[in-house]
């Protein structure tokens, strides 16, 4: 190649890769801070961007913008990135959604990002009276992404969702960071993070208190990996529920690690349907976890009933396997410090528990293990804590901390 191919080739290189993003303000299609509904203003701004042929930005700057149900749908026609700076206000109305249950919903994109330190309040206190144990499904979900691949969401709060705040559904290679969810403990059905049949998925550095699973991990969910991130309050970070539905797929490949529960209903846990459809959770890893008086902090719960409908005679038949919890220490709000749960009819296979150290701190007896259909390996663990198993487990007590 000679130096002027090369130097041309390069310049053209430096110009396209530094261009910058088209950016479109929604306040230049008509929302106003403070005003009326800038649902048709976003998705004039969101159609132009989209249409963009090189990488565009949908800017919504501070201020308060009230916001209906919307849904942002791709493909565009390059890298997209919604801005929001302000704080965007759903209606309060309790059957205020888009028709896949959301307030706010991005679908089928490719290189997209939502970033800018803004807020996006559910207005859910009126709606969580109105969830009544299995029709909380009715209410929006504050932010959904279907379908979207290379996907970023980095420095946004959501806050009081109506239902889940943040929900991935079919995504892959997406990554979520800085993100803070704010509810109270009581709002019903309010989890975090909820991810289904998705790819490649990271959640790091980020705060999570709500009234439900910090995060759950649903099935079809592979290579997970969550670090980080502080949960409190709410019910901890859950895979499943697993096995209530036919057609159900395989959940493999969690790493949940570096992250701290503070008063949660559960730590760490696999939570299975009795008298369920086959399905199987596998490869899942939990490491350097630090629990402040977390009710369970480690169980697996082949017969998880949170309605007492089921037919709880009958077994699990989720398949639970190659499952490590290592260094997991702190406090334990109740004396079952570890509970081990598995199915009778498909025990847990390759559960390891490494360097457990975890305290009672109540007054009712002092910590212990419940396990079934399970002989986990055990290394450095407390025999109360070690499920009855004999294996290299130091019988000294942990210190009161
Ligand atoms: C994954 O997505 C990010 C954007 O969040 C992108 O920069 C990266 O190139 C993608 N990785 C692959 C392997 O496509
Ligand atoms: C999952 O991660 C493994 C190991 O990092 C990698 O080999 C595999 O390609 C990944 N699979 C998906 C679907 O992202
Ligand atoms: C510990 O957790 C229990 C049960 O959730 C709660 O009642 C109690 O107030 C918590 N204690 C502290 C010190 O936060």
């Known amino acids: 190649m000679d130096k002027m191919i090369k130097i041309t080739f390069l310049f053209v290189f430096f110009v396209s890769s530094t261009r910058a993003q088209s950016i479109f303000d929604v306040t230049k299609y008509g929302a106003k801070a403070g005003g009326s509904d800038i649902n048709s203003a976003l998705m004039s701004t969101w159609k132009k961007a989209c249409a963009s042929t090189s990488p565009s930005k949908v800017l919504i700057p501070s201020g308060t913008f009230l916001l209906s149900p919307v849904t942002l749908a791709g493909p565009c026609k390059a890298a997209i990135e919604v801005r929001v700076q302000g704080t965007l206000k759903a209606l309060s109305g309790v059957g205020e959604m888009t ?4 307030w706010i919903a991005f679908q089928q994109i490719k290189g997209f990002t939502l970033s800018g330190g803004g807020i996006f309040d559910g207005q859910g206190a009126a709606a969580w009276g109105s969830c009544d144990n299995n029709n909380c499904k009715q209410l929006a979900i504050n932010l959904r992404f279907d379908s979207i691949t290379n996907g970023l969401v980095q420095d946004v709060t959501s806050l009081n969702s109506k239902q889940f705040h943040v929900n991935l559904l079919l995504c892959k290679n997406f990554t979520i960071r800085h993100l803070t ?84 209903d559960n730590g760490l846990r696999i939570k299975t349907w009795p008298a369920s459809f086959a399905n199987s959770a596998s490869n899942m890893h939990f490491e350097d976890i630090t629990m402040v008086n977390v009710s369970n902090p480690i169980i ?81 663990v407390y025999n109360a804590l070690a499920c009855d198993s004999t294996t290299s487990t130091t019988s000294k007590a942990p210190t009161k901390s």
Request: aromatic share 2%.
């Open 300 to 380: 697996i719960d082949q017969a998880y009933c949170p309605y007492g409908d089921c037919n709880a005679k009958a077994p699990s038949r989720v398949k639970i396997s190659n499952v490590g919890f290592e260094n997991i220490r702190g406090t334990s709000a109740t004396p079952v410090g570890v509970k081990l749960d598995c199915s009778n009819s498909i025990p847990c296979e390759g559960v390891e528990l490494v360097n457990i150290n975890l305290n009672y701190i109540g007054k009712k007896g002092s910590i212990k293990s419940e396990c079934s259909n399970v002989k986990p390996k055990v290394i450095g």
């Open 99 to 102: 028709k896949d249950g959301g």
């Open 181 to 264: 969810v704010t509810a109270p403990a009581d709002s019903k059905n309010t989890d975090g993070i909820h991810i289904g049949r998705s790819r490649g998925i990271k959640i790091t550095d980020s705060k999570i208190g709500t009234g439900d699973d910090c995060i759950s991990i649903g099935d079809g969910s592979q290579n997970v990996s969550i670090t980080r991130v502080s949960c409190g309050p709410g019910h901890g970070i859950s895979v499943g529920s697993l096995g209530k539905y036919e057609n159900e797929e395989p959940v493999v490949g969690i790493s949940v690690k570096g992250c701290k529960l503070t008063n949660t």
